[in-house]
T-cell receptor
Framework: DQQVKQNSPSLSVQEGRISILNCDYTNSMFDYFLWYKKYPAEGPTFLISISSIKDKNEDGRFTVFLNKSAKHLSLHIVPSQPGDSAVYFCAASGLLTQGGSEKLVFGKGTKLTVNP | DAGVTQSPTHLIKTRGQHVTLRCSPISGHKSVSWYQQVLGQGPQFIFQYYEKEERGRGNFPDRFSARQFPNYSSELNVNALLLGDSALYLC???????????FGPGTRLTVL
């Protein structure tokens, strides 16, 4: 059962435009959400996070929005650049296992292509 | 500052063999987590260790084990390798608690 879903396997946008990547989750116990970017042959790189007590977090060109009632979050990249082309993973964290493990539950990823 | 390091980078094993993967966390980080990523999927949680104690375990068989050393580095061991164990194994470190986890480059394991 996929607790974190990224329903768009791929997204293509023009340079300078906005990229919007979406993520849905099912477990209401999740309390911390993160976005990672991954290039081939590299490990995921942390981009931005948001706590469940907030509905927006901004860092430069990256903004994450959280809608708890809809169990939905999105990552906005403005303006998009060709170097942003990568696979983007949404991840969620919470006290899901006994002992307070902060394991991350990942979606399957969305491949973003920014065309010059 | 050095990021999370993992060794080896690539590894080829045959079915039934045993493998040990190693991870060194970012200096000052006391938590290490291991993830398995197969092609087309997101990383799947295997273990988390904090201050040398297991804090969490994912849905993986007992063939998978791990430990954390006093210097906070960690090893992931997999016994009786199966073809399905072929994957990218990622190590992540953090300060512990709800915070960002920083990933290493991974070890690509191929089981023939």
């Amino acid at each position: 059962d996929q607790q974190v879903k990224q329903n768009s396997p791929s997204l293509s946008v023009q340079e300078g435009r906005i990229s919007i990547l979406n993520c849905d989750y099912t477990n209401s116990m999740f309390d911390y959400f993160l976005w990672y970017k991954k290039y081939p042959a590299e490990g995921p790189t942390f981009l931005i996070s948001i706590s469940s007590i907030k509905d927006k977090n901004e860092d430069g060109r990256f903004t994450v929005f959280l809608n708890k009632s809809a169990k939905h979050l999105s990552l906005h990249i403005v303006p998009s650049q060709p170097g942003d082309s990568a696979v983007y993973f949404c991840a969620a964290s919470g006290l899901l296992t006994q002992g307070g493990s902060e394991k991350l539950v990942f979606g399957k990823g969305t491949k973003l292509t920014v065309n010059p | 500052d050095a990021g999370v390091t993992q060794s080896p980078t690539h590894l080829i094993k045959t079915r039934g063999q045993h493998v040990t993967l190693r991870c060194s966390p970012i200096s000052g980080h006391k938590s290490v987590s291991w993830y398995q990523q197969v092609l087309g999927q997101g990383p799947q949680f295997i273990f988390q260790y904090y201050e040398k104690e297991e804090r969490g375990r994912g849905n993986f068989p007992d063939r998978f084990s791990a430990r954390q050393f006093p210097n906070y580095s960690s090893e992931l061991n997999v016994n009786a390798l199966l073809l399905g164990d072929s994957a990218l194994y990622l190590c992540a470190s953090s300060t512990g608690g709800p915070s960002e986890q920083f990933f290493g480059p991974g070890t690509r394991l191929t089981v023939l």
